[in-house]
């Protein structure tokens, strides 16, 4: 009995382990002070091939990716986010429109400023979807938070 209960729990375990979530994406997130009472907020994602992710410009088709801050007392967002990268763009049937994206790496950097000079933090969440030739993953959520100082 105790070989078949061993025996099941390592195909559950197997099971499991192949069933792991695909995540091409990698972020990081660091600010940047450009005054006393300013700062870049720089999210990058790095994109492993063969996929791409999306420009927050995208109007139909695939999710565009999207920053979403917590509300801060202290902190007052300026602008929408500078995407630096490469970007792509080509007309994509399976959407029938032309899409824009970027491969390899991107960042999105947001301006903020402080309405007093202190500690504080930002935080919130970022909305992105990736697609390769073959495929897309289902729009994932990934929250952030960076100190600043």
Not at 65 to 73: E, S
């Amino acid at each position: 009995m105790k070989k078949i209960m061993l025996f099941g729990m390592l195909v559950l375990f197997a099971l499991n382990a192949n069933a792991q979530r695909l995540n091409p994406v990698k972020w990081t997130f660091e600010a940047i002070k450009k005054s006393d009472k300013q700062y870049d907020i720089i999210f990058t994602a790095n994109v492993d091939a063969p996929w791409h992710i999306y420009s927050q410009f995208v109007k139909k088709g695939p999710v565009p990716t999207n920053i979403v801050f917590k509300k801060n007392a202290l902190v007052q967002v300026k602008g929408t986010a500078k995407e630096i990268g490469k970007l792509e763009k080509h007309f994509d049937k399976n959407f029938g429109a032309e899409i824009a994206y970027f491969s390899n790496k991107v960042q999105f950097v947001q301006t903020i400023n402080l309405r007093a000079a202190s500690k504080t933090s930002v935080a919130g969440e970022v909305e992105y979807m990736v697609c390769n030739d073959e495929r897309c993953l289902p729009p994932t959520k990934v929250p952030f938070e960076v100190t600043i100082q």
